[in-house]
């Protein structure tokens, strides 16, 4: 068995296995909207893991090696993203 296949493959067994952010999302949603409103949220983590874990055995992560300036452009986005969420969380009501 090649190394690297035994990394990815605990990798995404551990990630699978344990509560991360997305189960403590997902309870949170579903106390807060109820079950049914909460299943899109459920189907997005259903199918964005593997979707992730995909692209991380296809070696997508070697695209930011072979072009740094879209490593930060993402981070840049990505900021700019959690300021716009931290603004909306401060402006919200009680």
Do not use: K
């Not at 740094?68 to 986005?77: D, E, F, K």
């Amino acid at each position: 068995m090649e190394p690297w296949l035994l990394a990815f493959g605990l990798f995404a067994l551990a990630m699978a296995a344990s509560p991360g952010p997305n189960n403590v999302m997902m309870t949170a949603s579903g106390a807060n909207f109820g079950f049914r409103r909460s299943i899109p949220h459920m189907l997005g983590v259903a199918f964005g893991f593997p979707v992730m874990l995909i692209g991380v055995g296809l070696g997508v992560g070697s695209i930011f090696v072979l072009y740094p300036m879209v490593r930060t452009i993402l981070q840049i986005i990505g900021g700019l993203y959690l300021l716009t969420l931290a603004w909306r969380i401060a402006q919200g009501g009680g």
